[in-house]
């Protein structure tokens, strides 16, 4: 039996879209979204990974006979697209899961910042990502990963309370200092809960690597990788291997052998038996924690600093920002199903990060993932859209003042029965 | 009267307001009973030609119109095409290095002769060998046209070097036309030196410069050193006709104050910016749009979000055809707060469509519109006043708006160019 814990997790996410929303349309076109781009892009994806991966995963779930083992978090806005433009794709996970070898994680369903913002809306989405996850697969989520693996103390302290004992984030460099990803951890105010780091170098071997003919270790073989997680782990009980679901056909291409890496890699691991694959259930069970980590300032798996400056880094997006969650108490006045729809869609970190203005200069990767050609363009499209939502819920805000008025004046007005409605429940 | 005019864009392809003025002007000019022939870099053949004759410069082949090279070098010697910075060379292989840029250059226009050049008449990086070479070619049309005009008249800096090369080699006045100066499209401190010098240069061997406002003729006699006294304005018009005023259905509730042109720095941005945060801190019943685009928009996007205003503050980027008439029926209030503007025709357009507007005292259009708002560019608490009034009181608004629209419907090109008339019978004996 292995001692030592391989723990895969792959990262399902598509962002919403907007579509090209000028100053025109505000007040008058109120649908957001670029529907043609959102379903080209969801098909494009799925036939390239979402399916073949899928199908990938669950032959060597049966192949391995139980002893391969994986996680995915997928995110609400990407299950949406799949029901609305690919619901094959949702059957697929739906297999996968009935193999009882796959765990499926709690995160924010729009894959949003609210866990920096609100912590209303935090819980908000949380509970609604995982009350879908639960009607589509069967399974409550007892492990939790935030958007980007956003983490900080006092993020895991809303997180345990919200009953996950076990969370997923990374494994800064500038958090971790000399200590190693590859044990189990816990937070530093809430020592309770677990967590679990990623191994970031390993991860991006994979993921961002790997079809680098200019990297001096090209081309990667599983037998390679395993030797390397074997000297990673000399130090460790586990190693975390966290990534983006769309690395396999769609960032690496299916031609760059990544898909035969994989159907290689159980094998290899296990003939070596050094490791066996576990969930992250599963690891917290297995391992003890070592330590306990310090986060004050939240952390994240993103760029080379690791930190939110992704999303938040300069002023666009703080203005967006704020703008956007400044309506947090308003909205819950009003507790309209359409605006809470599109206040979700709005939330999606993706947002923010096409504002990002870090990567002016070397864009590349970023430009990948970006449909706008400048952070100032997304910014606008942004911030128009918002206008025309602020101008949907303050007039749903002053008909509803409206009614209360009349209400009110009901209530003055000598009543035949006494009047004892009050206004609807809110959320 | 006729006239051999050298112009560098005609409607209907333009980019910027130059071809719109010649347009007017020579319509204007036709009704006073002048003829003119209009030169132009790259025509299309689609122009309107019901009140002039346009001559495409790119179908004329440079003629050999003196008797030898060295003399018509000697003639037009201003022109140099290509720019040659040789820096560090000493006094002698300075003084070899022009003999030799003399032989290359005889060289070049031997082989133009007989040549024709394909002008893109556009505003792009080899503008320079544009401008010398429609100089050569204008040389050439003026001198097969001698018989035809008595004055030459040339507009903006791009096409004062035609104009001197035609009164060089044909004997007749020159009058330019001075739209814009090198002043307007950068600060004091940060002009481009060769179109300084260029219009310098205009401006000295012209018979008569004709500016487009008094703010301009200030800035041609104390900045170029002209004599004031062949230094006239004639203010610019508008042609209205046949436009019908767009009805828009709006999205916004709020009314909506609206800046459209360039984003740079002689249009004033930031103070529109400025001004509009100023207002938001009184009112939250408006929205602000900047049309257009520059090499300032970024900034002053990054500069709205930073005062957080972005949900109030739109951006609408370069507006094309009828989005900008578009944009003028949706606005209630029009800024101009230029901190160097020529002219202006923005506001007359605004005011057209019967939007009130505030422009600033640093442009052309303040010294004849009478019903503008004028503040001066940098003073935002009085353009804050005046949006807000604008805004609050309606009783001022439909003042200024019924007002505003007659009196840019009187500005007619007609009278403008009767002015005109006048420069140019000035000039000829």
Known sequence: MASKSICLYFQVHQPTRLRLYRFFDIGKDSHYYDDFANRTILRRVAQKCYLPMNQLMLELIGQYKGKFKIAYSISGSALEQFQRFAPEVIESFKALAATGRVEFLAETYYHSLASLASESEFRHQVQKHAALIEELFGVKPVTFRNTELIYSNGIGE?????????MLTEGARHIMGWQSPNYVYTGETQPKLKLLLRNYSLSDDIAFRFSNKGWNMWPLSAEKYVNWMKESAKEGDIVNLFMDYETFGEHQSAESGIFDFMRALPGAVLKDGTFGFATPAEIVKKYK?????AVEDPISWADEERDVTAWLGNELQSE??????AMTEKLSIVNDPDLWNDFGHLQESDHFYYMCTKFFSDGE???YFNPYDTPYEAFINYMNVISDFQIRLDEKRAALDVKETAHEEMKKAPAKKPVRKTVAKKK | MRVLMFGWEFPPH??????????????GLAYNGVETLFVMP?????EDQSATTIINASDVAVDNVSETVEEYLDKVKFIHIGSNLVPYADPEEFGKLVEEDKKRQVKDFSISFGQKFKFSGKYGANLMEEVARYAMVGGTIAMQKKDEFDVIHAHDWLTYYAGIAAKELTGKPLVIHVHATSFDRGSVDNIDTRVFAIEKKGMEIADRVVTVSDLTRTTVINRYGINPDKVVTVHNAVDFSGRENLVVERGVKEPVVTFLGRITYQKGPEYFIEAA???LKRTKNVRFVMAGSGDMMNRAIRHAARLGISDRFHFTGFLRGMDVQKMFALSDVYIMPSISEPFGISPLEAMRTGVPSIISKQSGAAEILK?????????????????????????????SARMGYDEVNALKWNGACAKLKKVYESVVK
């Open chain 2, 371 to 399: 019903y503008a708002f004028k503040v001066d560019f940098w003073d935002v608490d009085a353009m804050a006043d005046d949006i807000y009034a604008l805004l609050s009181y309606p009783a001022l608004a439909d003042f």
């Open chain 1, 158 to 166: 809303m997180v345990y309370d919200m009953g996950y004992k076990t």
């Open chain 1, 320 to 325: 967006a920002y704020k703008k956007v969650y």
């Open chain 2, 42 to 46: 790259s025509a299309s053949g689609d």
């Open chain 1, 289 to 293: 924690p070592v330590s306990d980590i």
């Open chain 2, 277 to 279: 945060a100023k207002v």
């Open chain 1, 365 to 367: 990767v970023h430009k």
């Open chain 2, 14 to 27: 333009i980019a910027g307001g130059l071809g719109t003025a010649c347009e007017g002007i020579v319509k």
